[in-house]
């Protein structure tokens, strides 16, 4: 049975931000959120806030929801502008993948038969789905690597392929140069974040705790600024960390207040793992 697709696409207006170039896709990567919100949630999100990170399908438990166009690329694997994660892969987000639960599992099988749909449609076998941290070692999708079970989340993949009569393996893509290639796994990066309460106030407060905190927030796309040198982190807590601070604790069930304190270190801590 063909799994239909929702839709609610990004507006013309914010293209440039979100899907700025055109693409002939040769991958799909898969991610895990990093909360519990439904696909609905998710893709609203994506589209109304402020950052470039995008992708182009959410699946939940019920539904499977587009927001960009396939010919047009997202910016969801951290590769760089001309990585050929973000420049050349479908991005599948799995919802509720913080908490897992029935919840979960349900959104994970739709997704394996989403993908399955998406391979036989491209004449693509199972070795075209990649995962986040494939392309710039970031730990994702966080609760099937968790869990350790990559190879059978592909396993299940391919088993739903050969039962749409799809391929099992396709040629290979075009190769890439080397400022595309593929980055090789790397290590999960460990975040050391300071204690305390960090706020906006006059003086702004500043230094390496702060740069502790963007980075943490920024691992998790909610501090990116891909125009700013070093992505905008830049040691100082002023309204633009308050604001991805705020945005970060409304999409995880704290008081959104900006404000940086102890619960907030701790969900950050949590998710970091």
């Not at 919100?37 to 019920?62: G, L, R």
């Not at 994660?85 to 989403?114: D, P, V």
């Not at 963007?214 to 807590?237: C, H, R």
Request: hydrophobic residues 35%; aromatic residues 8%; charged residues 25%.
């Amino acid at each position: 049975m063909t799994i239909k697709v929702k839709k609610n696409m990004v507006p013309s207006i914010r293209c440039g931000l979100k899907c700025p170039n055109k693409m002939d896709a040769e991958y799909i990567t898969i991610h895990n959120t990093a909360n519990d919100a439904a696909a609905k949630s998710e893709i609203s999100y994506m589209i109304n806030n402020t950052s470039s990170t995008s992708y182009h399908f959410a699946v939940d438990d019920k539904e499977v929801i587009q927001a960009i166009p396939l010919d047009r690329n997202a910016w969801h694997s951290g590769d760089g502008t001309n990585g050929t994660g973000n420049r050349k892969s479908i991005a599948i987000e799995i919802c509720y993948s913080q908490s897992g639960g029935t919840r979960y599992k349900t959104a994970e099988k739709l997704a394996i038969q989403f993908v399955a749909q998406l391979l036989k449609e491209r004449s693509w076998g199972v070795d075209r789905v990649r995962k986040h941290q494939d392309w710039n070692g970031k730990y994702c999708p966080h609760r099937i690597l968790s869990e350790g079970r990559w190879s059978s989340f592909k396993a299940a993949i391919e088993k739903e392929l050969k039962a749409l009569g799809g391929k099992t393996s396709s040629s290979k893509p075009k190769k890439t140069s080397s400022a595309t290639t593929p980055k090789k796994k790397a290590s999960k990066k460990a975040y050391k974040l300071p204690t305390g309460i960090f706020k906006v106030k006059a003086p702004l407060m500043k230094g390496d705790a702060v740069k502790q905190i963007q980075e943490a927030i920024a691992a998790l796309y909610f501090y990116p600024d891909k125009g700013a040198k070093n992505n905008g982190i830049d040691g100082y807590y002023g309204p633009k960390t308050a604001n991805a601070v705020k945005r970060f604790q409304l999409m995880h069930g704290l008081a959104a207040d900006g404000i940086y304190g102890p619960k907030t270190k701790a969900k950050l801590e949590a998710l970091l793992k």
